[in-house]
């Protein structure tokens, strides 16, 4: 499966100057990792935040380094070459990339994740899928994998700490005589990468850097 790409840190909008007349222009855009918030230029924060823009392709791991940089360029709003802006995001670790499919361990090291929605919880007739939305209206429906790991991961040091949390809780239901299925870490961490990248896109979930 392709590498995809994924928005990190909380949007904290435009900062003007402090000059008359008002300039319409952004000095810059602010976007917080951890304790602080990173400057952006006006064609960085275009090309950050056009990675939110489609949540359906992210539903189906669609949107990656490549289809990013096509959509900015037919987009027609944003740097005509984009590649040198993607490269910095990524550098910055304003943007991440990885593989669903892939090793997991070392970016979730780096990433903890944030519930930005409501959980709605599940529905007589659909009793195995959790729902995620804002006021009241389900957005998405997830396993109750990732929603565990949506719901409680900010409280870990780590996304893959809270994937090792979750795995070894099953083990000790199980050894109790819960009737739980078996879950390691890696297949924890694998059940909520296919889903990352829409929480993201759709407001239901932000990342952040551990360091």
Same mark, same amino acid.
């Given at each position: 499966?392709?590498?995809?790409? /994924?928005?990190?840190? $909380?949007? *904290?909008? @435009?900062?003007?100057?402090?000059?008359?007349?008002?300039?319409? +222009? %952004?000095?810059?855009?602010?976007?917080?990792?951890?304790?602080?918030?990173?400057?952006?230029?006006?064609?960085?924060?275009?090309?950050?935040?056009?990675?939110?823009?489609?949540?359906?392709?992210?539903?189906?791991?669609?949107?990656?380094?490549?289809?990013?940089?096509?959509?900015?360029?037919?987009?027609?709003?944003?740097?005509?070459?984009?590649?040198?802006?993607?490269?910095?995001?990524?550098?910055?670790?304003?943007?991440?990339?990885?593989?669903?499919?892939?090793?997991?361990?070392? /970016?979730?090291?780096? $990433?903890? *994740?944030? @519930?930005?929605?409501?959980?709605?919880?599940?529905?007589?007739? +659909? %009793?195995?899928?959790?729902?995620?939305?804002?006021?009241?209206?389900?957005?998405?429906?997830?396993?109750?994998?990732?929603?565990?790991?949506?719901?409680?991961?900010?409280?870990?040091?780590?996304?893959?700490?809270?994937?090792?949390?979750?795995?070894?809780?099953?083990?000790?239901?199980?050894?109790?005589?819960?009737?739980?299925?078996?879950?390691?870490?890696?297949?924890?961490?694998?059940?909520?990468?296919?889903?990352?990248?829409?929480?993201?896109?759709?407001?239901?979930?932000?990342?952040?850097?551990?360091?």
């Amino acid at each position: 499966m392709p590498t995809v790409i /994924v928005p990190v840190g $909380l949007n *904290l909008g @435009p900062s003007y100057r402090y000059v008359t007349p008002p300039d319409p +222009e %952004p000095e810059f855009y602010r976007v917080r990792l951890r304790e602080e918030f990173a400057q952006l230029t006006v064609d960085e924060f275009k090309v950050w935040g056009r990675a939110f823009l489609d949540p359906e392709r992210h539903a189906r791991l669609e949107i990656n380094r490549a289809t990013l940089r096509d959509d900015l360029v037919a987009s027609g709003n944003g740097p005509a070459q984009p590649d040198q802006a993607i490269e910095a995001l990524l550098e910055r670790g304003l943007l991440v990339e990885f593989d669903p499919d892939g090793s997991l361990e070392k /970016v979730f090291r780096q $990433l903890k *994740l944030f @519930p930005t929605a409501e959980g709605l919880g599940s529905t007589p007739d +659909e %009793p195995a899928w959790e729902r995620i939305g804002h006021n009241g209206q389900p957005l998405l429906k997830v396993s109750a994998t990732v929603y565990g790991i949506w719901a409680f991961s900010s409280t870990e040091e780590s996304l893959w700490a809270a994937c090792s949390g979750l795995a070894e809780d099953a083990e000790q239901g199980r050894a109790e005589g819960e009737e739980l299925d078996s879950l390691t870490a890696d297949e924890a961490a694998k059940a909520i990468a296919g889903n990352v990248p829409l929480l993201v896109s759709a407001g239901c979930a932000v990342l952040d850097k551990t360091s």
